[in-house]
Nanobody
Framework: QVQLVESGGGLMQAGGSLRLSCTIS????????MGWFRQAPGKEREFVAA????????YHADSVKGRFTISRDVAKNTVYLEMNSLKPEDTAVYYC?????????????????WGQGTQVTVSS
């Protein structure tokens, strides 16, 4: 009943920019938080950024801090990830996730709903 749908991925040269979006449908989730994770082939899924739904407090991984920015549009039930100064090491499948409970905002285990993922490929 709850669905997350990502869009905006694609191929970009190093130094370029992409904007990912994620829309949640099927339920109201006021008070939850949403996050972005990424997973490259042969690697574990890692935290990228997250945002609290009510207050809009943001958190970013050190590897993307200053380059990526997470934001939300409450009215549209949508979260965004603005990706600037892309590097080849940013290449991965990016997943949107939503939590229905409190916990570590950085941990994959606290998220209950996941999108299908969108591929981001950065060429050198």
């Amino acid at each position: 009943q709850v669905q997350l749908v990502e869009s905006g991925g694609g191929l970009m040269q190093a130094g370029g920019s992409l904007r990912l979006s994620c829309t949640i449908s099927g339920r109201t989730f006021s008070g939850y938080f949403m996050g972005w994770f990424r997973q490259a082939p042969g690697k574990e899924r890692e935290f990228v950024a997250a945002i609290t739904w009510s207050a809009g407090n943001t958190y970013h991984a050190d590897s993307v801090k200053g380059r990526f920015t997470i934001s939300r549009d409450v009215a549209k039930n949508t979260v965004y990830l603005e990706m600037n100064s892309l590097k080849p090491e940013d290449t991965a499948v990016y997943y949107c996730a939503a939590s229905r409970r409190a916990g570590s905002i950085y941990s994959v285990t606290v998220y209950d709903y996941w999108g299908q993922g969108t591929q981001v490929t950065v060429s050198s």
